[in-house]
């Protein structure tokens, strides 16, 4: 039986996690983090969790503190978000590669400098390639439902994977809005008990976690963490119907938009997706044949499935929230493009740098967006592939 | 399709602007609406100019860009009235909500042309004499729902009472004040 609330998406993700009662968090109770270990901290002192609340001195070491707890055979947790992110890395990379299956709520933020506390996309953007499973939010009630899937897929017998679930910040983390929670022991009967096959300390078969992997196997170890990842492809889509079936809001890799007999479609990750699906209807209503795909899981990344829902679009913009300075567009960029590039008569795609450090997009912009759109389509002239847009011009 | 009603609150940091909105929030997600309450974040401080914005609908409304077009403004600090342009896009049919001791009148020539509705509110007098500090944003919460109807003014004033008990189960003797803070502020508002 759902109920029915406002919360921020913070005080949403920090309500899943007292549902799930993790065994361990490991917390850096500042700035850089979010206002989510603090509220998990209430839920610690009143009671209302079995948590062992670990605080730190540092994001590397909360990230420590999971990979210990988790090596352990524990259920760990924490949150971040921009730098305390950036600090975590070294450590990310850990514990995806020990296929420690934690979870993390990350509040996407811009990282410095110059110093900025706003929403981009660059945090978790730069952590794409550390093997942790990404997955994000438009709003607080997609935050909520994205993470009480996080456990099931993390911990699902052939992908052992960390995961990473996102949501923008501010934007998301601190606007108040409707949403339906589950009850405490649905949430609970969905995640289930964590009951690890192997563990650090499982004293009738006790195994090393982290050791040194020399040549000889380093690169089977890897090529393992890759095919966890291929793994997840289907699990994520089974705990994403199982979800639906318990909450009527089923999830899967992306959700497509208008995009039937969309000509013109544009692509983009978290909260500006509800800024596009308002411009899709402004425009849909003045007969313009416009979609938009919002991509919700980024690791893996579901190439195939994307390029079939875009084949028949003659133009795709494809909006990064954050620069890679790659001189060449930003990574979902390039990873549609690359999805793309097999189809027998592929879109033209125009990848947007958008909204880096809170730079608001607005229906507005995204009307912009297709009207460019528009002219590559039919003057099939596409001009620059890569371009910013918000920014002023001096 | 429907459309929110847009309200944006302009206040200095400390004064709960920020408060004011998630209230408004709360109260209209309590008489069944759709909200949004969101303040705009920076390096804020004590005093520095701050924005806060409400969407309120009978649909999910799914636009999270900040509002450029509201249908009301809330002014909590008057002072503001000369550095910020408190009435940029705000729709002629709409009205702006300023905390203040003068007449709409003598406010109006500070609005840069705006043509709609001008209601004040002393805001500071009714705080100083309900709750006995400076508290505008209470009084202000209760005259920006008496001007934007986006709430039922008595569904408001009760379900703000259990509001003000679960926020205040400590302190119960601040209740009354600001129920009486609510309430005043209803009915002294002025539109001119």
Known sequence: MARKDRLSGNEAVAFAMKQIDPDVMGAFPITPSTEIPQYFAQYVANGEVNTEYVTVESEHSSMSTCIGASAAGGRAVTATSSCGLALMWELLYVAASDRLPIVLACVNRALSGPININNDHSDSMGARDSGWIQIYAENNQEAYDNF??????????????????????????????????????????????????????????????????????????????????????????????????????????????????????????????????????????????????????????????????????????????????????????????????????????????????????????????????????????????????????? | MNKPVEIRW???????????????????????????????????????????????????????????????VVVVDESLLECVDVTAGLSPEGAIIINTDKEPADVRPLLRGYTGKVCTIDARAISEETLGKNFPNTPMLAAAVKVSGVVDPDRFVQDMEASFRHKFATKPQVIAGNMNALTKSMQEVKAG
């Open chain 2, 10 to 72: 302009h206040g200095r940091g400390g004064q709960g602007a920020k408060t004011a909105c998630l209230l408004l929030a709360d109260a209209a997600f309590s008489s069944g609406k759709y909200v949004q309450g969101f303040p705009e974040y920076g390096p804020e401080r004590m005093g520095a100019p701050i924005t806060a914005y409400n969407r309120i609908s009978d649909e999910r409304c799914t636009v999270h860009s900040n509002i450029y077009n509201p249908d009301f």
């Open chain 1, 148 to 394: 009480v899937q996080a456990y099931p897929i993390a911990e699902a017998a052939g992908v052992r994977l960390p995961v990473m679930i996102c949501q923008d910040g501010f934007i998301t983390s601190h606007a108040v809005e409707n949403i339906e929670l589950c009850e405490d022991a649905e949430v609970k009967d969905f995640v289930g008990e964590y009951n690890p096959e192997h563990y650090l300390l499982k004293h009738e078969n006790p195994l090393a976690v982290g050791p040194y992997g020399v040549s000889p196997y380093y690169m089977e170890a890897k090529v393992a963490q890759a095919h966890a990842m291929m793994n997840a492809k289907q699990v994520i889509l089974d705990v994403g119907r199982r979800f639906g079936e318990m909450t009527g809001r089923s999830y899967g890799f992306f959700e497509s938009y208008q995009l039937d007999d969309a000509e013109l479609a544009i692509l983009l990750i978290g909260s500006s997706a509800g800024t596009a699906r308002a411009c899709v209807d402004e425009l849909r209503a003045q007969g313009k044949k416009v979609g938009m795909l919002k991509l919700r899981v980024f690791r893996p990344f579901p190439a195939e499935e994307i390029a079939e829902a875009l084949k028949g679009c003659k133009a795709v913009a494809v909006m990064d929230k954050t620069e890679s300075f790659s001189g060449n567009g930003g990574p979902l960029g390039a990873e549609v493009r690359g999805a793309l590039y097999d189809l027998p008569t592929p879109p033209r795609v125009i990848n947007y740098v958008y909204g880096l450090g809170g730079r608001d997009f607005r229906v507005e912009d995204c009307a912009q967006v297709f009207d460019e759109l528009a002219e590559v389509a039919v003057n099939g002239v596409t001009g620059s592939t890569y371009r910013h847009i918000g920014q002023r011009e001096e």
